[in-house]
């Protein structure tokens, strides 16, 4: 299985701090590909950065330590599925902590994420909060994960507005600690998006699908200018100038 990936992670002006983080890890084997892919979005009112930073330090350390015995040991999704969840419950706990420790309650450390494993054409996804996940079929209009973990056709409008403050409750540091969760299978030409809040906030659903279908996607180089187009009109609309987003297309 080939991939075809680009990342988009731009700071704010005057070089300030994005409050989104992103990660991706790809391990090749001969029994196939082990992939990690993360956007974790941080609040823009406080300190974001420190929190969306923190989770994909930790989870780039948790691939670097697992990748060769998910491989060598053929590692199952149900047994990916513990140990993401155990290693994001940590990150939860630590948040909380480093929150506690300073004593201020209205250091706001909480950080959605959407965070996509891929083993042997089998996928699972982890969500907390805003953050999102679109998928993308050859003959088939693009879905967005749900609050279940569902990829479901996505409505009219999008979750921000009057849902947002839920949102920032179900993040890592809010409380209860409740990711949604949905494991499927990769087919050729299935393309995933996973992105902040603002990234497509801008754009019809047509023009969603149009853009970003993998069809039309012919290289990494391409898949990047794409990405770069999408934030660069978002930002003329009105979007955060702070944006995230990772597109992998599988062939």
Known sequence: MKIHSAVYWQTGLHNEANYNSVLLKIAESKK?????????????DSKGEIASGYVAEEMAKWFEKF????????????????????ALKKIHADLIHYRQNKNNKNLNLGASLILLVVWRKKYITLQLGEAEAYKFRRFFPYRRVDRA???RPDKPTGRLGKDLGKDLEFCLAGNPF??????????????????DSSFLKRLSKSQINEALKPK????????????????????QKGAAEKQAAIYLKFI
């Open 32 to 44: 196939g590909t082990f992939l990690l892919a993360l956007v974790s979005a941080g609040d823009k």
């Open 67 to 86: 990748y060769l015995l998910v491989i060598i040991k053929n590692k199952s999704m149900g047994w990916l599925k513990k140990n993401l969840v155990k």
């Open 149 to 151: 973990g569902q990829f």
């Open 178 to 195: 409740t990711p949604a969760i949905h494991y499927g299978k990769i087919k050729p030409l299935d393309g995933f998006l996973l992105c």
């Open 216 to 235: 039309a996607l012919l290289g990494e180089s391409q898949i990047a200018k794409r990405l770069s187009d999408i934030a660069d009109h978002a930002k």
